[in-house]
């Protein structure tokens, strides 16, 4: 049993239902009898916002969804495809398509009341960014951790979400982890029901390996506990050493999360 007696598939489902309700807060989606396409016509190069998600009992339909969606992208001036299918197995996508363009992403997830507390130095703040120089923090946050190329898509990457933080009625929330005004790192967190999704947790490299990573999820979860939040669940890429970080908090593999990814 899974989630507080919660059996494993009811526990995945409603995981999928908080993945779906996050990417649904930038994308417009089209369902579909295989599976649901999303959209963001603000940030059309943001593949994590423009993706197709399979239902993973229609893997045989792979190949005939990349086709239509290499045809659907194109037209939207979109030069990459991604396909996601959720508890799904490698080896079984690989019977349809190049190993080589797929990524596979551990979902793990941990009960409130299960969260270990490691140990903890306290030398840094976080907080939940509101105002405009907690924004521009948190923003040169991404840019120095995406890298000098990469700056003007990490600046409009972020100000695409603070658009919905401190929107009481999206519950996206930008933690932001710093040392008076040396930035450190940050973090996203969605709040679906009694369901708490952590994204994109970013410590900055001269920063890594000190700690500053358990602040963040502790305040995280802190702050989910005293929202009615029970489990905390969150994506990584299987071979990301954070997976240790995550496992000394509690966190356990729940499924897989198979992602396909092409660009012309």
Do not use: W
Request: aromatic share 10%; charged share 30%.
């Amino acid at each position: 049993m899974h989630g507080g007696g919660m059996n494993r598939n009811t526990l995945v489902n409603e995981i999928l239902k908080a993945e779906n309700g996050f990417s649904s807060l930038f994308s417009e989606r089209e369902e579909f009898e295989h599976g649901t396409r999303y959209t963001d016509n603000e940030l059309p190069d943001m593949h994590c916002h423009n993706f197709f998600r399979l239902k993973n009992d229609r893997l045989g339909t792979i190949q005939e969804t990349v086709r239509s969606e290499a045809a659907f992208r194109k037209s939207n001036n979109q030069k990459a495809v991604q396909l996601e299918i959720f508890d799904a197995g490698k080896e079984e996508a690989e019977a349809y398509v190049s190993p080589e363009d797929l990524t596979v992403h551990e979902v793990m997830y941990v009960e409130i009341g299960n969260f270990r507390e490691p140990e903890r130095e306290n030398k840094a703040l976080v907080e939940i960014a509101a105002g405009e120089e907690a924004f521009a923090m948190g923003k040169e946050i991404d840019c120095i951790a995406f890298g000098e190329e990469m700056r003007a898509f990490a600046a409009a990457r972020y100000e695409r979400k603070k658009a919905l933080y401190g929107d009481k009625h999206v519950k996206l929330y930008n933690f932001i982890c710093h040392r008076g005004e040396e930035p450190i790192g940050n973090c996203d967190f969605f709040i679906d029901g009694r369901y708490g999704k952590i994204e994109d947790l970013d410590v900055l490299e001269k920063h890594q390996r000190q700690g500053y990573g358990t602040e963040i999820l502790h305040a995280i979860k802190e702050f989910a506990q005293a929202k009615g939040v029970e489990i905390l669940f969150l994506q990584v890429e299987e071979d990301n050493g954070a997976i240790e970080l995550y496992r000394k908090c509690g966190f356990r593999n729940l499924c897989r999360n198979i992602i396909y990814f092409k660009e012309d």
